[in-house]
Nanobody, 124 residues
Framework: QVQLVQSGGGLVQAGGSLRLSCAAS????????KGWFRQAPGKEREFVAS????????YYTDSVKGRFTISRDNAKNTVYLQMNSLKPEDTAVYYC?????????????????WGQGTQVTVSS
């Protein structure tokens, strides 16, 4: 059974930092693009960041550029999202994902595997 298992997240004050992790099991995702999405209450799931198969290229939505960093460790089959300078508008459920398609795709429908989601809450 293929699984993406997330950890991290929680409650933090504005300006603080959190790191999310997403470990894959059941198969090797080293050749897959990896990404992070988020969904706030009453809103659609939106793209946050992605990384290509070897970690050499990354892609971010404008609102997180300079604050969030995506990285991956293929030896551990894990992708990370380091979130710094968090803002209340970053509050959402965050999902990791893997895709066999281009890692630069921001459309959730093009991503093949999903983590269970983890809550990130930023208080003002």
């Amino acid at each position: 059974q293929v699984q993406l298992v997330q950890s991290g997240g929680g409650l933090v004050q504005a300006g603080g930092s959190l790191r999310l992790s997403c470990a894959a099991s059941g198969r090797t995702f080293s050749s897959y693009g990896k990404g992070w999405f988020r969904q706030a209450p009453g809103k659609e799931r939106e793209f946050v960041a992605s990384i290509n198969w070897n970690g050499g290229s990354t892609y971010y939505t404008d609102s997180v550029k300079g604050r969030f960093t995506i990285s991956r460790d293929n030896a551990k089959n894990t992708v990370y999202l380091q979130m710094n300078s968090l803002k209340p508008e970053d509050t959402a459920v965050y999902y990791c994902a893997a895709t066999v398609s281009t890692y630069r795709s921001t459309a959730p429908a093009t991503w093949n595997y999903w983590g269970q989601g983890t809550q990130v809450t930023v208080s003002s």
